[in-house]
Every structure is written in C-alpha cells, then in structure tokens.
Nanobody, 123 residues
Framework: QVQLVESGGGLVQAGGSLRLSCAAS????????MGWFRQAPGKEREFVAA????????YYADSVKGRFTISKDNAKNTIYLHMNSLEPEDTAVYYCAADSGGRNVYTGRYAYWGQGTQVTVSS
C-alpha cells in the first residue's frame, strides 16, 4: 500500500522559513515526478512545485519562484519543500503528490496524495 506522509508544517512569522518533508512508502518514486500542491481556505488547490524522478528537472509556480526550493532524496524515498521568505499568502494546507503518469505536472492529476500539512504564516 502506497503512503505519502507530509511533515514539517507549522506556524511561522512572515519572512520566516519552513521545510516540509514527504516520505513515501509502498513503492519507490525514483523514476516519476513528485510534487507539492497547496489549498488555502475558500480557494482551489494550486500547484506549487514539481520534481522529476532523477531530481534534474524542477518546476515552480510563479508565486513561489525564488523563495521555495523542491528537492528529493531517492535513497530515503523523500521529497522536500524548502520555503523561505514566507508570506501570509502562503498560508494553506500543503499536499505531497506522486506519479503524474507522464501527464502535465501542473494540473494535479497524480496517482497518489498525502493527507496534507498545515502551514500558517502570521503577519
């Protein structure tokens, strides 16, 4: 059974940093894309970042470029989202997703999803 477990969320002041982790179990994801999405209250889920199986290709939403960095450790079957210069607008539940199945990594059609971790940025 495949599981994705996010951790690292919390409450931080604007300008602060957090690192989210997503640990996968049940299969390896070293050859498929994984990504992060987020959903704020009253808003639709939106793409944040994605990373290829090898880690060589990375994609970011315009709203987080230059502030967030996605990375992965295939030995640990884990991806990370390093978030710097956090803004109140970044407040959301952050979800890890795995295996886009060759589809557009921005659209959210991934095979596996985590339960989410709350990130709250205070002003």
């Amino acid at each position: 059974q495949v599981q994705l477990v996010e951790s690292g969320g919390g409450l931080v002041q604007a300008g602060g940093s957090l690192r989210l982790s997503c640990a996968a179990s049940g299969r390896t994801f070293s050859s498929v894309y994984m990504g992060w999405f987020r959903q704020a209250p009253g808003k639709e889920r939106e793409f944040v970042a994605a990373i290829s199986g090898s880690g060589g290709f990375k994609y970011y939403a315009d709203s987080v470029k230059g502030r967030f960095t996605i990375s992965k450790d295939n030995a640990k079957n884990t991806i990370y989202l390093h978030m710097n210069s956090l803004e109140p607008e970044d407040t959301a539940v952050y979800y890890c997703a795995a295996d886009s199945g060759g589809r557009n990594v921005y659209t959210g059609r991934y095979a596996y999803w985590g339960q989410g971790t709350q990130v709250t940025v205070s002003s």
